[in-house]
Nanobody
Framework: QVQLVESGGGLVQSGGSLTLSCAAS????????MAWYRQAPGNQRELVAS???????TYADSVKGRFNISKDNAKNTAYLQMNSLNVGDTAVYYC??????????????????WGQGTQVTVSS
């Protein structure tokens, strides 16, 4: 089975930086896109950034120029470099692998996978 494990969250002062990592376990052979979402209390989950299998990236307007998404296909790992953090970035951050093709017990599976979430708190 495939599991996504996030790390790198924590408490940081406004203006600081954090890098989140999302590592996938299991026999993943391809992923259409990797993405980071976030959800603040009382808000809906929103897309922060995504990167396609070909390396094309998209960002929410609120993080453009401050966040950078990248991936290491060999390690099935996604990263989110977050700079110039502000209080508005405080949220639980979730990684998502979209249309991941995985081999498990001799069978192929095509699924979307989510991490458990990692808390990012930015203090003023």
């Amino acid at each position: 089975q495939v599991q996504l494990v996030e790390s790198g969250g924590g408490l940081v002062q406004s203006g600081g930086s954090l890098t989140l990592s999302c590592a996938a376990s299991g026999n993943i052979f391809s992923v259409d896109a990797m993405a980071w979402y976030r959800q603040a209390p009382g808000n809906q989950r929103e897309l922060v950034a995504s990167i396609s299998s070909g390396g094309s990236t998209t960002y929410a307007d609120s993080v453009k120029g401050r966040f950078n998404i990248s991936k290491d296909n060999a390690k099935n790992t996604a990263y989110l470099q977050m700079n110039s953090l502000n209080v508005g970035d405080t949220a639980v951050y979730y990684c998502n692998f979209r249309n991941a093709r995985a081999l498990y017990r001799g069978r192929w599976y095509l699924n979307d996978y989510w991490g458990q979430g990692t808390q990012v708190t930015v203090s003023s």
